[in-house]
């Protein structure tokens, strides 16, 4: 509208009137480059340009922004003109899309640090646990229970295992073996012992431990093992017994 170098000195009155009305005429506009045309403008003259939407000045030569970032205070901003993605990352992850219409809900996802997860351990094995410095469980394990021999005390007077090397045991112990001779006649033998160890003042040997041995012997022995009661047993020497009746008779 207006040429801002003029009126000079020797324009006419009238000229000089319409100068300045075309003055105001940019001023009321803002000087905005979408409504009039400002020629030659002063240096650091202030405009709006509602193409791009922000305050420019005139540096003498071109327009540029006035200013990098404007402050504006809004009593109240309904959304953002572009959404913005708000994330959370490290031990946990997730993401939400946020333009201040309305409020988000991030759903955190932990991730997968144990390859083997499931129930570990059971009545011959244990689990076997392994963590980070965050405590997150990492790897899951499980191993063999190393069970240790339980001595027997005071069987046969004697405090250690006990180890049948034949199959010679039988009644009391639990257990009937094979016959001398026959398949498995020797091996090692499981035994069933009951009754309180602790106390226990029976079935002892004041000779030690010794090996029941199911085989068949030849000859006469030195000694035998025997009871008259069931409930004591102790040895005697064959040569001392006598036996009446026996052989034909004439």
């Known amino acids: 509208m207006a040429d801002w170098s003029k009126p000079g000195l020797t324009d006419t009155y009238a000229n000089f009137l319409t100068y300045i009305a075309a003055r105001d005429t940019d001023l009321a506009a803002g000087m905005d480059p979408a409504k009039v045309t400002v020629t030659n403008p002063p240096a650091n003259a202030i405009r709006w340009n509602s193409a791009n939407g922000y305050w420019e000045f005139w540096n003498g030569t071109a327009w540029g ?3 990098a970032t404007y402050n504006v205070v809004a009593a109240q901003a309904v959304k953002l003109k572009t959404a913005v993605a708000i994330a959370v990352s490290g031990d946990v992850a997730g993401s939400a899309s946020f333009d201040g219409s309305a409020g988000i809900s991030i759903a955190a996802t932990l991730p997968t640090v144990n390859a083997n997860p499931g129930v570990a351990g059971n009545a011959t094995t244990v689990p076997v646990v392994t963590t980070n410095a965050k405590g997150q469980v990492t790897a899951v ?3 063999a229970i190393s069970f240790p021999a339980v001595p027997v005390t005071s069987v046969f007077g004697r405090t250690g295992a006990v180890t049948l090397a034949s199959s010679d045991v039988t009644g009391a112990l639990g257990y009937s073996p094979p016959q001398p001779g026959g398949s498995g006649a020797s091996g090692t033998w499981p035994i069933s012992v009951t009754g309180n160890a602790a106390t226990a003042s029976k079935l002892v040997s004041t000779a030690g431990a010794g ?8 000859g006469q022995p030195s000694w035998l093992w025997g009871s008259n009661d069931g409930a004591n047993f102790y040895v005697w020497n064959p040569a001392n017994f006598s036996v009446n009746y026996c052989g034909p008779r004439f």
């Open 65 to 67: 922004v006035l200013a």
């Open 141 to 143: 394990s499980q191993t």
């Open 211 to 218: 090996t029941y041995n199911w085989a068949g012997q030849s």
